[in-house]
Protein backbone atom coordinates (compact mmCIF):
# COMPACT_ATOMS: atom_id res chain seq x y z
CA UNK A 1 0.00 0.00 0.00
CA UNK A 2 1.65 3.07 -1.37
CA UNK A 3 1.25 6.00 1.76
CA UNK A 4 3.33 8.57 0.16
CA UNK A 5 2.12 12.32 -0.56
CA UNK A 6 1.29 12.77 -4.03
CA UNK A 7 3.54 15.91 -5.16
CA UNK A 8 4.66 14.67 -9.03
CA UNK A 9 3.17 15.82 -11.79
CA UNK A 10 1.83 12.57 -13.26
CA UNK A 11 -0.08 12.19 -10.16
CA UNK A 12 -1.22 15.54 -10.42
CA UNK A 13 -2.31 14.82 -14.30
CA UNK A 14 -4.23 12.10 -13.14
CA UNK A 15 -6.09 13.38 -10.80
CA UNK A 16 -6.96 16.93 -12.99
CA UNK A 17 -8.20 13.83 -15.58
CA UNK A 18 -10.28 11.98 -13.42
CA UNK A 19 -12.12 15.17 -11.73
CA UNK A 20 -12.48 16.37 -15.33
CA UNK A 21 -13.72 12.75 -16.77
CA UNK A 22 -16.55 12.67 -13.50
CA UNK A 23 -17.77 16.05 -14.18
CA UNK A 24 -18.10 15.57 -17.59
CA UNK A 25 -19.52 12.50 -17.20
CA UNK A 26 -22.35 14.16 -14.23
CA UNK A 27 -23.02 16.58 -15.93
CA UNK A 28 -24.05 14.40 -19.03
CA UNK A 29 -25.67 12.23 -16.98
CA UNK A 30 -27.67 15.09 -15.51
CA UNK A 31 -28.39 16.99 -18.43
CA UNK A 32 -29.80 13.53 -20.01
CA UNK A 33 -32.20 12.51 -16.94
CA UNK A 34 -33.98 15.88 -16.45
CA UNK A 35 -34.79 15.97 -20.18
CA UNK A 36 -36.16 12.71 -19.71
CA UNK A 37 -36.79 11.55 -15.60
CA UNK A 38 -37.17 8.01 -15.74
CA UNK A 39 -40.78 7.04 -14.57
CA UNK A 40 -41.31 3.98 -12.08
CA UNK A 41 -44.57 1.54 -12.11
CA UNK A 42 -46.27 3.96 -14.09
CA UNK A 43 -45.77 7.13 -12.15
CA UNK A 44 -44.74 9.76 -14.99
CA UNK A 45 -41.24 10.71 -13.74
CA UNK A 46 -41.26 14.10 -12.80
CA UNK A 47 -43.53 12.59 -9.89
CA UNK A 48 -41.06 9.89 -9.19
CA UNK A 49 -38.17 11.74 -8.39
CA UNK A 50 -39.49 15.39 -7.99
CA UNK A 51 -40.07 17.23 -4.67
CA UNK A 52 -40.81 20.90 -3.16
CA UNK A 53 -39.11 22.44 -1.01
CA UNK A 54 -39.89 25.14 1.60
CA UNK A 55 -40.14 28.27 -1.19
CA UNK A 56 -42.66 26.28 -2.90
CA UNK A 57 -40.13 25.37 -5.92
CA UNK A 58 -39.82 22.13 -7.60
CA UNK A 59 -36.47 20.44 -6.83
CA UNK A 60 -35.27 16.95 -8.41
CA UNK A 61 -33.97 13.90 -6.99
CA UNK A 62 -31.96 13.51 -9.94
CA UNK A 63 -28.51 14.99 -8.87
CA UNK A 64 -28.15 11.48 -6.99
CA UNK A 65 -27.92 9.44 -10.05
CA UNK A 66 -26.20 11.56 -12.30
CA UNK A 67 -23.49 11.78 -9.10
CA UNK A 68 -23.44 8.15 -8.98
CA UNK A 69 -23.18 8.10 -13.06
CA UNK A 70 -20.26 10.45 -13.36
CA UNK A 71 -18.30 9.23 -10.51
CA UNK A 72 -18.64 5.39 -11.69
CA UNK A 73 -18.02 6.21 -15.10
CA UNK A 74 -15.22 8.58 -14.65
CA UNK A 75 -13.41 6.15 -12.26
CA UNK A 76 -13.32 3.40 -14.63
CA UNK A 77 -11.80 5.79 -17.05
CA UNK A 78 -9.23 8.13 -14.87
CA UNK A 79 -5.27 6.30 -15.45
CA UNK A 80 -3.72 4.69 -12.59
CA UNK A 81 -5.73 2.53 -10.04
CA UNK A 82 -5.24 -1.32 -11.02
CA UNK A 83 -8.10 -3.66 -11.84
CA UNK A 84 -9.24 -4.37 -8.38
CA UNK A 85 -9.47 -0.54 -6.65
CA UNK A 86 -11.41 -0.45 -10.21
CA UNK A 87 -13.80 -2.95 -8.99
CA UNK A 88 -14.14 -1.91 -5.84
CA UNK A 89 -14.77 1.65 -6.64
CA UNK A 90 -17.66 0.07 -9.19
CA UNK A 91 -19.72 -1.80 -6.38
CA UNK A 92 -19.37 0.62 -3.70
CA UNK A 93 -20.26 3.48 -5.68
CA UNK A 94 -23.09 1.25 -7.33
CA UNK A 95 -24.25 -0.49 -4.74
CA UNK A 96 -24.49 2.05 -2.25
CA UNK A 97 -26.34 4.19 -4.46
CA UNK A 98 -28.79 1.78 -5.46
CA UNK A 99 -29.78 1.11 -2.09
CA UNK A 100 -30.00 4.76 -0.98
CA UNK A 101 -31.88 5.10 -4.14
CA UNK A 102 -34.56 2.26 -3.14
CA UNK A 103 -35.03 4.02 -0.10
CA UNK A 104 -35.08 7.58 -1.26
CA UNK A 105 -38.20 6.16 -3.85
CA UNK A 106 -39.76 3.18 -1.27
CA UNK A 107 -39.37 5.27 2.58
CA UNK A 108 -41.80 5.48 4.62
CA UNK A 109 -40.43 7.51 7.01
CA UNK A 110 -42.05 5.06 9.83
CA UNK A 111 -39.12 4.59 11.50
CA UNK A 112 -35.56 6.62 11.58
CA UNK A 113 -31.97 6.01 12.96
CA UNK A 114 -30.43 2.96 13.75
CA UNK A 115 -32.38 2.23 16.85
CA UNK A 116 -35.34 2.98 14.95
CA UNK A 117 -34.77 0.11 12.12
CA UNK A 118 -33.31 -2.04 14.77
CA UNK A 119 -36.42 -1.82 16.60
CA UNK A 120 -38.73 -2.45 13.83
CA UNK A 121 -36.75 -5.26 12.53
CA UNK A 122 -36.57 -6.61 16.45
CA UNK A 123 -41.23 -6.58 16.07
CA UNK A 124 -40.60 -7.93 12.95
CA UNK A 125 -41.07 -4.97 10.68
CA UNK A 126 -38.50 -4.49 7.43
CA UNK A 127 -38.08 -0.85 6.49
CA UNK A 128 -36.59 0.22 3.85
CA UNK A 129 -34.17 1.89 5.98
CA UNK A 130 -33.07 -1.52 7.56
CA UNK A 131 -32.58 -2.71 4.03
CA UNK A 132 -29.97 -0.02 2.90
CA UNK A 133 -28.46 -0.41 6.45
CA UNK A 134 -27.74 -3.74 6.09
CA UNK A 135 -27.22 -3.80 2.64
CA UNK A 136 -24.69 -0.78 2.64
CA UNK A 137 -22.48 -2.77 5.80
CA UNK A 138 -22.41 -5.96 2.93
CA UNK A 139 -21.22 -3.27 0.26
CA UNK A 140 -18.69 -2.32 2.58
CA UNK A 141 -17.23 -5.13 3.65
CA UNK A 142 -17.45 -7.02 0.08
CA UNK A 143 -15.66 -3.83 -1.78
CA UNK A 144 -13.16 -3.92 1.25
CA UNK A 145 -12.48 -7.73 0.37
CA UNK A 146 -12.34 -6.98 -3.22
CA UNK A 147 -10.05 -4.06 -2.60
CA UNK A 148 -7.34 -6.69 -0.75
CA UNK A 149 -5.03 -6.19 1.99
CA UNK A 150 -1.33 -6.07 1.72
CA UNK A 151 -1.33 -7.77 5.15
CA UNK A 152 1.16 -10.72 4.89
CA UNK A 153 -1.04 -12.89 6.73
CA UNK A 154 -4.75 -14.66 6.75
CA UNK A 155 -5.55 -13.32 10.33
CA UNK A 156 -4.19 -9.27 8.85
CA UNK A 157 -6.36 -9.37 6.04
CA UNK A 158 -9.40 -10.68 7.68
CA UNK A 159 -9.19 -7.61 9.63
CA UNK A 160 -8.07 -5.23 7.28
CA UNK A 161 -11.70 -6.69 5.64
CA UNK A 162 -12.95 -6.11 8.91
CA UNK A 163 -12.08 -2.19 9.16
CA UNK A 164 -12.01 -1.38 5.43
CA UNK A 165 -15.79 -2.41 5.69
CA UNK A 166 -16.48 -0.57 8.55
CA UNK A 167 -15.32 2.42 7.28
CA UNK A 168 -17.03 2.25 3.72
CA UNK A 169 -20.53 1.66 5.34
CA UNK A 170 -19.68 4.37 8.28
CA UNK A 171 -18.83 7.36 5.53
CA UNK A 172 -21.47 6.08 3.39
CA UNK A 173 -24.11 6.87 6.28
CA UNK A 174 -22.11 9.65 7.80
CA UNK A 175 -22.52 11.84 4.58
CA UNK A 176 -26.32 11.23 4.22
CA UNK A 177 -26.27 12.48 7.74
CA UNK A 178 -24.96 15.45 6.19
CA UNK A 179 -27.44 16.25 3.71
CA UNK A 180 -29.43 18.75 5.23
CA UNK A 181 -28.91 21.46 3.16
CA UNK A 182 -28.07 22.72 -0.12
CA UNK A 183 -24.56 22.10 -0.76
CA UNK A 184 -23.82 20.60 2.26
CA UNK A 185 -22.93 16.84 1.72
CA UNK A 186 -21.02 18.16 -1.44
CA UNK A 187 -18.83 20.45 0.52
CA UNK A 188 -18.28 17.82 3.26
CA UNK A 189 -17.24 15.86 0.57
CA UNK A 190 -14.74 18.58 -1.03
CA UNK A 191 -13.48 19.19 2.14
CA UNK A 192 -12.48 15.65 3.36
CA UNK A 193 -11.85 14.48 0.09
CA UNK A 194 -9.27 16.66 -0.90
CA UNK A 195 -6.75 15.16 1.50
CA UNK A 196 -7.36 11.77 0.22
CA UNK A 197 -6.84 13.20 -3.24
CA UNK A 198 -3.27 14.19 -2.25
CA UNK A 199 -2.44 10.47 -1.07
CA UNK A 200 -0.74 8.45 -3.40
CA UNK A 201 -3.20 5.78 -3.58
CA UNK A 202 -6.42 7.27 -3.20
CA UNK A 203 -6.34 9.85 -5.48
CA UNK A 204 -7.34 7.70 -8.54
CA UNK A 205 -10.06 6.41 -6.05
CA UNK A 206 -11.27 10.18 -5.07
CA UNK A 207 -10.50 12.07 -8.59
CA UNK A 208 -13.96 11.01 -10.24
CA UNK A 209 -16.43 11.32 -7.47
CA UNK A 210 -14.52 14.81 -6.39
CA UNK A 211 -15.14 15.86 -10.21
CA UNK A 212 -18.67 14.61 -10.41
CA UNK A 213 -19.70 16.41 -6.75
CA UNK A 214 -17.89 19.45 -7.85
CA UNK A 215 -19.87 19.38 -10.79
CA UNK A 216 -23.12 19.32 -9.50
CA UNK A 217 -22.77 21.64 -6.56
CA UNK A 218 -24.15 24.93 -8.30
CA UNK A 219 -27.36 22.68 -9.06
CA UNK A 220 -27.12 21.90 -5.62
CA UNK A 221 -27.22 25.25 -4.15
CA UNK A 222 -29.45 27.10 -6.16
CA UNK A 223 -32.15 24.77 -5.18
CA UNK A 224 -32.90 23.22 -8.05
CA UNK A 225 -31.85 19.34 -7.57
CA UNK A 226 -30.49 17.55 -3.98
CA UNK A 227 -28.42 14.38 -3.95
CA UNK A 228 -30.81 12.42 -2.25
CA UNK A 229 -30.47 9.22 -0.33
CA UNK A 230 -28.64 8.06 -3.92
CA UNK A 231 -26.01 10.56 -4.21
CA UNK A 232 -25.28 10.53 -0.24
CA UNK A 233 -24.45 7.36 0.23
CA UNK A 234 -22.65 6.68 -3.09
CA UNK A 235 -20.23 9.56 -1.92
CA UNK A 236 -19.73 8.71 1.28
CA UNK A 237 -18.91 5.11 0.07
CA UNK A 238 -15.77 6.08 -2.68
CA UNK A 239 -14.64 9.06 0.30
CA UNK A 240 -14.58 5.53 2.53
CA UNK A 241 -12.99 3.09 0.17
CA UNK A 242 -10.27 5.76 -0.84
CA UNK A 243 -9.72 6.23 3.55
CA UNK A 244 -9.11 2.44 3.17
CA UNK A 245 -5.83 2.89 1.14
CA UNK A 246 -4.25 4.66 4.46
CA UNK A 247 -2.08 2.85 6.64
CA UNK A 248 -3.08 1.19 9.47
CA UNK A 249 -2.81 3.75 12.32
CA UNK A 250 -5.11 6.48 10.52
CA UNK A 251 -7.30 4.37 9.47
CA UNK A 252 -8.41 2.94 12.67
CA UNK A 253 -8.66 6.90 13.69
CA UNK A 254 -10.67 7.30 10.80
CA UNK A 255 -12.81 4.24 11.51
CA UNK A 256 -12.78 5.87 15.09
CA UNK A 257 -14.06 9.28 14.28
CA UNK A 258 -16.87 7.47 11.84
CA UNK A 259 -18.38 5.47 14.72
CA UNK A 260 -18.27 9.01 17.44
CA UNK A 261 -20.38 11.01 14.97
CA UNK A 262 -22.91 8.03 13.65
CA UNK A 263 -23.61 7.25 17.35
CA UNK A 264 -23.33 11.06 17.86
CA UNK A 265 -26.20 11.74 15.47
CA UNK A 266 -28.58 9.73 17.43
CA UNK A 267 -28.52 11.97 19.88
CA UNK A 268 -27.16 15.43 18.76
CA UNK A 269 -28.44 17.41 15.98
CA UNK A 270 -25.46 18.40 13.79
CA UNK A 271 -27.62 20.99 11.90
CA UNK A 272 -28.33 22.44 14.99
CA UNK A 273 -24.65 22.42 15.78
CA UNK A 274 -23.82 24.02 12.30
CA UNK A 275 -26.29 26.93 12.94
CA UNK A 276 -24.84 27.86 16.41
CA UNK A 277 -20.82 27.54 15.11
CA UNK A 278 -20.03 30.73 13.61
CA UNK A 279 -17.04 29.21 11.35
CA UNK A 280 -19.36 26.17 10.61
CA UNK A 281 -22.57 28.15 9.70
CA UNK A 282 -20.71 30.74 7.75
CA UNK A 283 -18.70 27.68 5.32
CA UNK A 284 -22.57 25.85 5.43
CA UNK A 285 -24.13 28.93 4.24
CA UNK A 286 -21.33 29.85 1.65
CA UNK A 287 -22.93 30.27 -1.94
CA UNK A 288 -26.46 29.27 -0.82
CA UNK A 289 -29.40 31.44 -1.38
CA UNK A 290 -30.62 33.55 1.97
CA UNK A 291 -33.20 31.68 4.28
CA UNK A 292 -36.96 33.25 4.33
CA UNK A 293 -37.39 36.03 6.81
CA UNK A 294 -39.28 34.65 9.85
CA UNK A 295 -43.00 34.95 9.86
CA UNK A 296 -42.65 34.69 5.72
CA UNK A 297 -45.49 31.33 6.13
CA UNK A 298 -43.11 29.37 4.10
CA UNK A 299 -40.91 27.98 6.73
CA UNK A 300 -37.27 28.75 7.67
CA UNK A 301 -33.61 27.15 6.15
CA UNK A 302 -33.26 25.12 3.22
CA UNK A 303 -35.51 22.31 3.80
CA UNK A 304 -37.68 20.43 1.62
CA UNK A 305 -41.28 19.13 1.97
CA UNK A 306 -42.36 16.59 -0.13
CA UNK A 307 -45.85 16.17 -2.15
CA UNK A 308 -48.64 14.04 -0.95
CA UNK A 309 -48.13 12.06 -4.10
CA UNK A 310 -44.65 11.21 -3.71
CA UNK A 311 -43.07 8.50 -1.34
CA UNK A 312 -41.51 10.69 1.86
CA UNK A 313 -37.50 9.65 2.59
CA UNK A 314 -37.68 6.98 5.16
CA UNK A 315 -34.79 8.94 7.18
CA UNK A 316 -36.14 12.37 8.32
CA UNK A 317 -33.33 15.04 8.26
CA UNK A 318 -30.81 12.70 7.70
CA UNK A 319 -32.29 12.22 3.94
CA UNK A 320 -31.79 14.77 1.22
CA UNK A 321 -34.81 15.90 2.02
CA UNK A 322 -32.94 18.97 2.75
CA UNK A 323 -35.68 19.11 5.84
CA UNK A 324 -36.97 22.33 7.54
CA UNK A 325 -34.51 23.58 10.39
CA UNK A 326 -37.48 23.13 12.75
CA UNK A 327 -36.28 18.71 12.52
CA UNK A 328 -34.38 18.45 15.96
CA UNK A 329 -32.80 15.06 14.71
CA UNK A 330 -30.40 13.51 12.57
CA UNK A 331 -30.47 10.10 12.63
CA UNK A 332 -28.85 7.77 10.17
CA UNK A 333 -30.99 6.00 7.21
Not at 251 to 256: E, K, P, S, T
Amino acid sequence: MDRRIASGPARAARLAVGAALGAAAARAAYAALTRRPPGLNGLPGEQVWGRTNHRGEPVTLLEGPAFVAGAVAGGLLVPGPGGRARAAALLAGTACGALGGYDDLAGSGASRGFKGHLGALARGEVTSGAVKLLGIGATGVAAAALAGSPAPSRTGRAFDTVVNGAIIAGSANLMNLFDLRPGRAIKVGLITGTPLALTASGSAVVAAPLGAAAALLGEDLAERAMLGDTGANALGALLGLAATRLGRGPRLAVLAGLAGLNAASEYVSFTKVIARTPALNRLDMLGRRPAEPAGSGSGSGSGASVPAQAHAPSDGPSSNAQAPSSASADGPA
